[in-house]
């Protein structure tokens, strides 16, 4: 499905297009960030906290705690304090993808769902879910910074291809 190197390429793109995301909302009041909104979580604060929860959760998974919670999406977070928590669970998360083999990818792992429900599914999907799930929630995000008169930044994977290959970086 996957290799090591394609998984850690797109976490690397996940954790810049997040911090882009964050970055731009940290530029809002906090009337803003926390205007409704009929999408997402319902604001821009909680949908990042809810992105932020994902990325946290689903790392617990992988790493084998299969009991997780899903944390309290209510508790009021700064954008500073979400990034500054997006930025130890990226450091986390790639210490630990660099004790991982390819063959731990095919090997099922039993996680609780945040509705209570126990399930089963293999590495390589959990992660993948961890990716989609991010992708997802930013996606309203830059929907939300629009609304909201922000300047959203351009999150698409191929746009930040262009621009390292345009820096002549490899």
């Not at 509705?115 to 989609?132: E, K």
Request: proline share 3%; aromatic share 8%; hydrophobic share 40%.
């Amino acid at each position: 499905m996957f290799d090591l190197r394609t998984i850690q390429t797109a976490f690397d793109y996940n954790d810049d297009a997040n911090g882009m995301v964050v970055a731009a909302a940290g530029a809002l009041s906090d009337e803003q960030l926390d205007r409704p909104i009929e999408m997402g979580r319902g604001n821009l604060r909680t949908t990042l906290i809810h992105l932020l929860a994902g990325e946290q959760v689903w790392l617990q998974r992988w790493r084998g705690a299969s009991d997780t919670p899903w944390p309290d999406e209510n508790v009021k977070s700064t954008v500073a304090e979400i990034a500054e928590r997006l930025k130890a669970t990226s450091a986390t998360r790639a210490a630990f993808f660099d004790t991982l083999q390819s063959g731990d990818l095919i090997g099922t792992k039993r996680y609780l769902d945040s509705t209570a429900g126990y399930f089963t599914a293999t590495l390589a999907q959990m992660i993948l879910q961890g990716f989609v799930h991010s992708i997802h929630h930013r996606a309203q995000a830059v929907n939300m910074l629009r609304r909201l008169g922000a300047c959203p930044p351009d999150v698409d994977y191929m746009y930040s291809v262009r621009v390292v290959a345009k820096e002549g970086v490899a």
